[in-house]
């Protein structure tokens, strides 16, 4: 009875315990409980059930009223369901037996193709072999072209087996179709090598294009390729002389102008009758006589120009960097023995210019051959050999497929030929060594030889002109040679040589200049001797700054030089650009060292003087002043005077001296320094208000004046805290130091208590 309750007791009411497992007291009441809750709550569920029980007896008419509707539809149903079932009975036995019809008609039309194509293959091979004995060796193509369009389950069928044999030709036909293969072959290859011999270019076409018609693709473009090469080979020597400069480089171009006329003219011949790409067999076979030809030409220059002996006097070679003027006359004497610069940049030209040949082929190969679009087999209709490639190699395992395999990269293929090779070893061997040793010889002996040039207003020496002259040539001569790999390695080498050569010794001649009057001893010409020293440091320095805009023009020039384009690819051209824009790192190490001798030159001669520049100018100047005197001040306008004259003294000989840069610099450094005494001396003075007018007319003065001086900029940046003095002491009397520090909209330099001592010098 107790399961019964539990099973009929609503779901949020839950038994806390099974009754058969009660064992005391207190559980047997706190169950008891529970059960007369649930018993409470089902007596009102079933209420309220009873409470409607109109509504269910409502919807049980409803029910009932649909009863005989429901069986008049059953009915309805299953006499539906017997008619449908006959129907669908006699439907099936009538589609089985049509669709027995048509599979019967489905092989009866396989067997009359089957027989139809074993019938054409008969046909075919049959006028094939009428067609060979009466020499017709096009229509023998189409014939060979039409029976291998044939499926290779049809051709080496048992029914075609059976069929196609005949008494004058009883092999299968497979065997018969690859026969007639080969013959056909042999006989367009014989025909195609005796018109390559006679230079017969109509008969040439006539049997080069029948060579894919049967599938022999591979074996068309080796005969074709023979026929270019020996085109290569045959042509005519150049006529000048081994010892002319020129005669190597005329050689190689003679080369791969040939190579490249015969790409240009013969690509579309192939394209033609052998589909887009396949001219990379032909040049495959134009590019090892190419390495052939290269290897003998550039072994030959070896010999001819005695290049091991001039490496080895280019790797004996020393360099003394910056020599002093005495030794630069022991140094001219051995001149002589020495190995020639002269012969080092022929030599270098010729070099860059057999490379740059090849590498301007290099990319006109590349270009040239790009991939295409591979439509034209498809538009054309031709049988191409990769339909057959699969029952070709069945008929065969021994050959390869009917059409040659897939086409290498090209690129790759150029670089990796041995006359690429030659040329990369040519540069690394004989290039770069030689190259550097010529760029650091024309540094040195630039150095030695340097003068000034007084005809250049600043004086320069004639260092940087000849240096960056010859530093533009170098590098377009290395752009000529064409190698990306080079040119980076190059790049960083001259670099190299300018920051430590050019401009080290530079610096080492900055350094000896005041060491070297130090050591030769004044004597009775000290004023002489400081000024020879000062125009020589001063001429240095304008090498330095007129270095840096050398440098940086060049590599403007040079990012627009008409090599880029024609020798290196698309793909190359940016990566280029970006390394000869490194160039440009060479101008901070010209920079920095320049910044350095500015500073030592103004350390040593004019920051002394400047200490006491304030104080000479300001001596016996008040600004406690009443009208009387604050009129005579303005009519005597002592402190701008004193000033300009004293600053005119300073900077007598740097403005027309130094570079507009180097002056600038130079002018800097000065107001740095006269700024801050002038602030604090500033501060140990009293003002009375015509007095802080009066000084405010006196700042903006000297600094209009200085203004004038150079274009250096805004000089009220230097002057920015005693302008900002100046306005604190130019407060009206009634007017808060406070009030005016926050809501004036000046961005202080200083605090507001050093804003209240500066307003406590008025008096």
């Known amino acids: 009875m107790s399961e019964s309750i539990l099973n009929t007791a609503p779901d949020n009411f839950q038994s806390p315990k099974d009754p058969r497992t009660l064992t005391s007291l207190n559980e047997i009441l706190s169950c008891l409980s529970w059960y007369q809750s649930a018993e409470t709550e089902l007596s009102n569920s079933l209420t309220q059930l009873l409470s409607n029980r109109q509504s269910i007896d409502k919807s049980l008419q409803q029910l009932e009223v649909l009863v005989p509707r429901l069986d008049d539809l059953q009915i309805e149903a299953a006499n539906f369901s017997t008619k449908v079932s006959a129907t669908a009975q006699t439907a099936e036995r009538v589609g089985g037996r049509v669709r027995s019809l048509d599979e019967e008609m489905r092989r009866v039309g396989e067997a009359a193709e089957r027989v139809g194509q074993v019938m054409e293959l008969k046909s075919s091979l049959a006028q094939l072999q009428s067609c060979i004995e009466n020499q017709d060796w096009e229509s023998a193509a189409r014939c060979c072209a039409r029976a291998m369009s044939s499926p290779f389950t049809i051709i080496s069928g048992p029914f075609a087996e059976s069929v196609v044999p005949t008494a004058e030709s009883h092999l299968p036909p497979a065997q018969t179709l690859q026969a007639a293969r080969e013959q056909l072959l042999s006989i367009f290859k014989s025909h195609f090598e005796e018109a390559s011999r006679e230079r017969d270019a109509a008969a040439t076409t006539r049997y080069f294009k029948l060579f894919p018609t049967i599938g022999w693709e591979a074996e068309g473009l080796e005969a074709y390729a023979s026929f270019v090469v020996d085109l290569v080979r045959v042509r005519a020597p150049t006529s000048a002389k081994t010892s002319s400069p020129l005669y190597f480089v005329t050689a190689l171009t003679a080369l791969l102008e040939s190579v490249a006329m015969i790409v240009d003219h013969h690509q579309p011949v192939v394209d033609k009758y052998y589909g887009a790409g396949k001219m990379t067999t032909v040049i495959k076979c134009l590019l090892d006589e190419c390495d052939r030809v290269v290897r003998l030409t550039l072994d030959s220059w070896r010999e001819d120009r005695s290049t091991k002996r001039k490496l080895l006097d280019v790797a004996n070679s020393s360099f003394s960097i910056a020599p002093t003027r005495k030794q630069s006359s022991q140094v001219s004497s051995q001149d002589d023995d020495e190995l020639d610069p002269r012969e080092i940049d022929k030599l270098l030209s010729e070099i860059a210019g057999m490379s740059g040949r090849w590498f301007l082929f290099r990319k006109f190969l590349v270009e040239q051959l790009q991939d295409e679009d591979v439509e ?107 190698s990306l790999k080079h040119i980076e390695r190059m790049t960083d080498l001259l670099k190299d040589f300018m920051d430590h050569d050019y401009a080290g010794g530079i610096k ?56 880029i384009t024609q020798l290196f690819l698309d793909a190359e051209q940016s990566h280029v650009k970006r390394v000869i824009s490194s160039l440009t790192g060479s101008v901070a190490k010209f920079r920095s060292t320049l910044k350095a001798g500015v500073e030592q030159l103004f350390n040593q001669l004019m920051r002394p003087k400047l200490r006491t520049l304030i104080p000479d100018v300001f001596k016996d100047v008040s600004y406690v002043l009443d009208e009387d005197s604050y009129n005579a001040a303005e009519q005597y306008d002592v402190v701008r005077k004193r000033f300009v004259k004293t600053w005119e003294g300073l900077v007598d000989g740097y403005k027309d001296a130094f570079t507009d840069n180097n002056y600038r610099m130079l002018f800097g450094l000065a107001l740095d320094i006269i700024a801050r005494p002038w602030e604090k001396y500033i501060l140990t003075l009293h003002f009375s208000e015509l007095g802080a007018v009066r000084f405010d007319r006196d700042l903006r003065s000297i600094m209009a004046y200085l203004s004038s001086q150079t274009i250096f900029g805004d000089i009220r940046e230097k002057f920015v805290r005693l302008q900002q003095i100046s306005s604190l002491l130019n407060l009206d009397n009634e007017e808060d130091v406070d009030e005016f520090y926050s809501g004036s909209g000046i961005s202080w330099s200083f605090s507001l208590q050093d804003a209240k001592n500066v307003v406590a010098l008025k008096v």
Not at 526 to 554: A, Q
């Open 376 to 482: 034209e087999d498809a538009q054309s209709g031709r049988v191409t050999p990769s339909e057959h490639e699969g029952h070709q190699s069945q008929i065969d395992n021994s050959l390869n497929a009917w059409g040659s395999g897939i086409q290498p990269d090209l690129l790759q293929l150029v670089e990796s030929s041995r006359s690429h090779q030659e040329f990369d070893e040519l540069l690394a061997t004989y290039y770069v060594p030689m190259e550097t040793w010529y760029m650091r010889t024309i540094i040195d002996k630039a150095h030695r030889l340097s003068s000034p040039d007084f005809s250049q207003s600043p004086v320069t020496t004639t260092t940087p002109d000849d240096v960056f002259y010859i530093l533009k040539t170098v590098y377009s001569r290395v752009l000529s040679a064409g």
């Open 508 to 563: 080492r001649k900055l350094d000896d200049v005041y060491r070297t009057a130090a050591n030769t001893g004044g004597g009775g010409r000290g004023e002489k001797s400081e000024r020879e020293c000062r125009t020589s440091f001063i001429i240095l320095l304008n090498d330095l700054d007129l270095s840096s805009s050398h440098m940086e023009r060049l590599t403007k020039d040079l990012l627009g030089h008409q090599n």
